[in-house]
């Protein structure tokens, strides 16, 4: 347990500043993926959230965006499961409408990859009623233009190291 209070003190440090637009992949990726590998441990799971804070919430949002774009340049399914399994467990330490626009990303990624999103997003654990989780399974159905990139304030280009979703705001 001491080993996973480390990797959440890490986490949550002033070492996470300036993450989300920093080169993908990154060191803090990797730990992030560690982490989530420790979520997905049912025995393990109740613990390691009981242990975060907001900050981990905001690292786990930044961590998904990223994998988004990560996805679509890996051409890797993997990348999506994991972005929607960090967002799951941040929706319940931020307000859970900081997460939607990363949703917007995750579906275009799942099309950009011909993916089934409605399959993917069921996959999710969720305690079942929390707001994300049904907002999570009816996204599928909005219109597209309700679900477009561009309504959630990004578009689509590249940076030095490839494919990005790239913020307009």
């Known amino acids: 347990m001491q080993e996973i209070r480390e990797k959440l003190r890490l986490l949550g440090s002033e070492r996470t500043n300036g993450y989300g637009p920093s080169s ?9 993926t ?8 049912v025995s393990e799971r109740k613990f390691v ?3 975060m804070v907001e900050r981990h919430g905001l690292v786990l949002l930044a961590y998904a965006e990223r994998m988004a ?3 679509v340049r890996t051409n890797q399914e993997e990348h999506i499961v994991k972005a929607l399994l960090a967002l799951s467990v941040a929706g319940k330490l931020v307000y859970y409408k900081e997460s939607l626009p990363v949703v917007s990303l995750l579906y275009r990624s799942i099309q950009k990859l011909g993916l089934d999103p409605s399959k993917l997003f069921e996959k999710i654990p969720s305690d079942g009623d929390d707001e994300f989780a049904c907002y999570l399974k009816t996204f599928p159905s909005r219109s597209q233009e309700d679900r477009s990139i561009e309504a959630m304030g990004f578009v689509e280009g590249h940076d030095s190291d490839g494919f990005r979703y790239i913020r307009t705001w």
């Open 34 to 41: 560690a982490l989530l590998m420790q979520l997905a441990i």
């Open 69 to 71: 774009s990560y996805a």
């Open 24 to 32: 993908i992949p990154s060191p803090i990726d990797n730990e992030v």
């Open 49 to 51: 959230e009981s242990q």
